[in-house]
């Protein structure tokens, strides 16, 4: 009975270890659910054009030239001073087309060309019969408050690239004319160039005053524009580094004040 009940108790025992532990599972707590919106970093706005639009006309067929140079500190300086800029770089463009038919796609008279006819046809279709090389310039001079033009000076003048531009854009009836007296009026130029030349060479034989009364006065006043008062850079090929520093200074402090240019 004894060894019975030894027995007995030592397998009641051995049943209860047998028992399963019951493991309750821990309470799962939910993260909190994340945005699907992402966070943002609050914007840094600089340089908002608040002044107008620039349009830089330029024509350097060497990247790395002075005027190139010119050309790039115009564009900061300017932005900085709170234009939207536009450029047409002649030469990156290939603008090389004088004015011909090929800048219109409808002729009033496909006999006989005559240039401020068909421009002035053009004009009476809306700007419809130009050719879109012509139409995307127009469109970049009417939304400019001031055109900058940029180049060496050639032969007392602009180079032959830039005179196609201004025979074909600023165009009879778009620019000047009966139909075109106001499209420019209120707009302003600037020119700014380098030249071989010393400022003593220029002046002694009136090559400065002759090149800026062409440009300013049979361009820009004739079609309503008012011209600025220009930058030269003389001498530019044999002066020294420093010499050149200090043009493209003064060309940024000229475009940090463009708005005080005087004429």
Not at 36 to 60: L, R, W
Not at 193 to 212: P, Q, R
């Amino acid at each position: 009975n004894q060894r019975s009940y030894m027995g007995g108790k030592n397998s009641k025992a051995k049943k209860e270890s047998q028992k399963k532990v019951e493991i309750k599972p821990a309470v799962k707590t939910e993260k909190p659910k994340e945005s699907k919106v992402p966070v943002q970093p609050p914007k840094v706005q600089e340089n908002i054009p608040t002044k107008g639009n620039a349009f830089i006309v330029f024509a350097s067929s060497e990247p790395n030239s002075f005027c190139s140079s010119m050309k790039n500190t115009i564009v900061d300086s300017i932005k900085k001073a709170g234009y939207a800029v536009e450029i047409s770089d002649l030469y990156e463009m290939k603008f090389f087309g004088c004015l011909d038919k090929s800048d219109f796609t409808k002729l009033e008279d496909p006999d006989y060309f005559k240039p401020q006819a068909e421009q002035t046809a053009a004009n009476r279709r809306n700007f419809l019969t130009y050719s879109a090389e012509v139409k995307k310039e127009h469109e970049k001079v009417k939304a400019c408050d001031i055109m900058i033009f940029v180049f060496p000076l050639y032969w007392w003048g602009f180079p032959g690239i830039m005179k196609n531009w201004i025979d074909r854009i600023l165009s009879m009836g778009f620019a000047y004319g009966a139909q075109g007296a106001a499209t420019l009026k209120g707009k302003k130029a600037m020119i700014l160039y380098s030249t071989g030349g010393t400022k003593n060479d220029h002046e002694s034989i009136g090559m400065e005053v002759a090149a800026h009364k062409m440009m300013h006065q049979g361009v820009f006043a004739f079609c309503g524009i008012t011209p600025l008062k220009p930058f030269v850079a003389y001498h530019v090929p044999w002066v020294d580094d420093a010499v050149r520093k200090k043009y493209l200074e003064e060309v940024a402090q000229i475009m940090l004040n463009i708005d005080k240019r005087e004429e």
